[in-house]
């Protein structure tokens, strides 16, 4: 199979310093860049910076921080993780990655999603009760747009477009692109109805049911006469020395966040004994030693058929240093010996 593209995902979460007391949100921003541009030293594919509007994530401009990124970078591509399209517009969307994708001499991707949060609705003014009507006719619009030629475009939520530019143009005439699908079937078959590459975030449950909507979306493509297109995996995972201490270091941050979003959403509190079970080898968290890890995403690359597996390795308040650590294992460790189980 072609090499697999290992990248990585934050969403900018609030980290605690060295004394525990969260760092203020100018010092995550500097350093969300320092750890991309490590990654991008270490050769690893991708850089994701997700969009949050909450006071427990510091990244709300994704696109402002990755032109950062690419002023500091040379080879890694960067994107989101993801862009919550349903509360932006999509117009304004194409126009600052197209310029991301300038700045960065072509190495911007942008991952569309309906996002987990729902923050950006009542903040952009968006009614909730139209959560699904808002994507799919945003959706609907950005990919007219991904042609870079004149748009005309009529939907039901705001004016039409006859013959429309829109611009900077790219440099390659499109812009890369993926949906983001969190196991809906109707959302992997509207991925393949557009032609547009799939981004499966498996968060919890084991990594193997989700086959079903890879194999979904490759029947789907066949279906509808279009290529092949890349599919990708964004889990969560910390990788330390050993797997006990990745699992110490990991467990107190991830399960503060855990709980502190479940109470939002009515969750019972984690347990050690369901994050050991994610952890473990049919589990959605890629948390352990660098051999722990290469095994898990070679395992599931075989079964999912991917093109690209991102570590969501931001989690909680867990340390800058531990996650520079986290990231130097992925990439000098994790990546030779996925790549050689791959071969």
């Known amino acids: 199979m072609a090499r697999l593209e290992l990248g990585l995902d934050t969403f900018g979460d609030v980290t605690s310093g060295p004394d525990g007391v969260p760092l203020p949100y100018d010092q995550v921003i500097r350093n969300i ?24 994530f510091a990244v709300t401009a994704p696109e402002v921080v990755l032109a950062a990124i ?12 993801v862009t919550v399209l349903s509360s932006d517009d ?21 991952i569309l999603g309906r996002g987990s949060f729902t923050e950006s609705f009542p903040l952009f003014g968006f009614d909730l009760g139209q959560y699904e009507e808002l994507f799919a ?7 007219a747009l991904r042609s870079e030629g004149p748009v005309t475009w009529e939907g039901n939520l705001r ?22 699908v969190g196991g809906s079937p109707e959302s992997v078959i509207r991925a393949a109805r557009y032609g547009i590459p799939l981004m499966l ?19 789907a493509l066949e279906q509808l006469g279009k290529p092949q297109l890349p599919v990708g995996v964004h889990s969560p995972g910390h990788v330390a020395d050993t797997d006990e201490q990745a699992r110490d270091e990991l467990w107190p941050h991830f399960a ?3 709980e502190r979003i479940g109470r939002e959403r009515g969750w019972p509190p984690p347990t050690r004994n369901e994050f050991d079970a994610g952890a473990g080898p049919d589990g959605a ?36 240093d531990q996650l520079m650590h986290s990231i130097e294992l992925y990439g000098r460790e994790v990546a030779p010996l996925v790549d050689e189980a791959l071969a």
């Open 201 to 219: 975030a498996i968060i919890g449950g084991p990594p193997a049911q989700f086959a079903p909507f890879a194999q979904l979306y490759r029947q």
């Open 137 to 143: 006719e945003k959706l609907d619009l950005f990919a």
């Open 159 to 180: 004016p039409p477009l006859v013959g429309q530019e829109v611009y900077p143009k790219t440099a390659s005439g499109s812009l890369m692109t993926w949906i983001g």
């Open 285 to 320: 968290i890629y948390v352990g030693s660098p051999q722990t890890v290469a095994d898990k995403i070679v395992r599931n690359t075989k079964i999912l058929g991917l093109d690209r597996f991102d570590l969501k390795f931001s989690n909680g308040t867990l340390g800058h």
């Open 70 to 81: 690419a002023s500091r970078t040379q080879q890694i591509h960067l994107g989101t993780a």
């Open 90 to 110: 999509p117009i304004r969307v194409y126009e600052r990655f197209a310029t991301l994708d300038a700045v960065s001499n072509g190495r911007a991707e942008v």
């Open 256 to 258: 503060v966040q855990r």
């Open 33 to 56: 860049i320092e750890q991309a541009v490590l990654a991008d030293e270490l050769g690893l594919a991708f850089f994701g910076v997700g969009e949050h509007h909450r006071e427990d």
